[in-house]
């Protein structure tokens, strides 16, 4: 109860406190990384959770000391970002340059035609492999054939990352036949089961939007998170077998439970600590940049992805299944208790910095590129996010360049 109090009173304060309130990076990024670390909490607490197999499934770990431990540390990992937020914020201008609508438009289509084609990809594979049956075929296919899994992230990040040059160069007149396009895409891919995927540039999109003013009304808002919610209880039931035909629950608290499984990896690594395993102390956070320059510097030795237990995306799934991770299971592996509240704090501030940025059409790509791969590491390790980086400011960078060389012609 007092760390749902905890979560829910630092979201008070930081919508009040903060200089763009709930329309900050800073916020959407706490309030993001809060559901998926303290939604179980948070629905346990109000007795909300009427879901038997989220009940069973939650019997093997939650009533134990090592998730005891866990929630304690992402209590350390709400104070110390929110207390970096309020510290590291200015209350800067909020307008934003005067763009080249030409020059905006190239962009706007570009981006768009680069979203479609990315999921283009995505249908064409999923419907090839079947794995648009349902949930469990599409985890049954990504299993069999690791190539599909590993197409289908970085289709993920295409769309993630043109869908930001759609957002951030959309102008009033421009049309919005490419957010429709998302639209099916995401309606699609979430009755497939995969919310996360969904939710990550959503919220993304989301973020730059507000970049540029108050995208929606709060009310609005608050009426679309409860419909989705709700619709994603419905999902949940029939997300692997694809039956849709049976009783669905209509309680949004357990999806907001099942959302908060993220715990699962910070008690993971918790045990892990208490059965022996040493801090990496920054490891996981250099491996996989090590990993990219030994690509490129023959003489440096480079293990095997799946023999590298710095990659701790790999360690996971190996020592405790495929549960996802966690950017504060990860803090704690490599740096203990007070690591989990000095990288809360780093990201905080990082977030804080980019807030205080002026607006225009370049700086929010490039931010937008950033953002994608971080939001998406909430749930995951940062193995990924540096090549992710570096892939998509290259991408955008000739997006960016193309569009202005139309522009002189």
Known sequence: MLTALNFLALAAVLAQVLPRGIWSISFIFYVTFGVFHAGLILASAMGGITDDDIVY????????????????????????????????????????????????????????????????????IAF?????????????????????????????????LTLVLVVVSYRPGFGVYYFLAFF?????????????????????????????????????????ITVFLVAASIVKNARVSGDFSGDMSLNPMNTVAELGSSLRAVTEVVKWRDTGDDLLLGASYWAPIERQVALVLPQMSRLPALEDDRLLNV????????????????AYINFGGTGVFIIAMI???????????????????????????????????????????????????????LAKRNRSM
Not at 353 to 376: E, M, Q, R
């Open 128 to 160: 090839s492999t079947g794995a648009a049956s349902s949930y469990g075929a599409y985890l049954s296919v990504v299993d069999s054939i690791p190539i599909v899994g590993i197409l289908f992230t970085y289709i993920y990040l295409l769309i993630g």
């Open 347 to 401: 990201f905080a501030y990082l977030f804080a910095k980019l807030d205080n940025k002026p607006s225009t059409l370049s700086t929010d790509v490039y931010i937008g590129v950033a953002l994608v791969p971080v939001f998406v590491m909430i749930r995951n390790s940062f193995a990924h996010v540096p090549i992710q980086i570096v892939l998509g400011v290259v991408l955008v960078a000739g997006c960016l360049f």
């Open 184 to 224: 099916v895409w995401s309606a699609m891919a979430f009755r497939l089961g995969l919310r996360g995927e969904v939710m990550f540039p959503s919220a993304v999109a989301l973020a730059l939007l507000a970049r540029r003013g108050k995208p929606i009304n709060g009310a609005l808002m608050v009426v679309l």
């Open 57 to 124: 499934q939650i019997s093997f770990w939650f009533d134990t000391h090592y998730n005891t431990h866990a929630i304690v540390l992402i209590n350390l990992a709400f104070i110390g970002y929110a207390f970096a937020s309020i510290l590291f914020s200015d209350n800067v201008s909020l307008g934003t340059q005067k763009e080249d609508v030409a020059y905006c438009r190239r962009a706007f289509h570009i981006g768009g035609i680069g979203l479609i084609g990315s999921i283009f990809i995505f249908f064409a």
């Open 315 to 330: 360690k996971v799934i190996r020592v405790s299944g495929p549960i996802g991770f966690s950017l504060v299971a990860e």
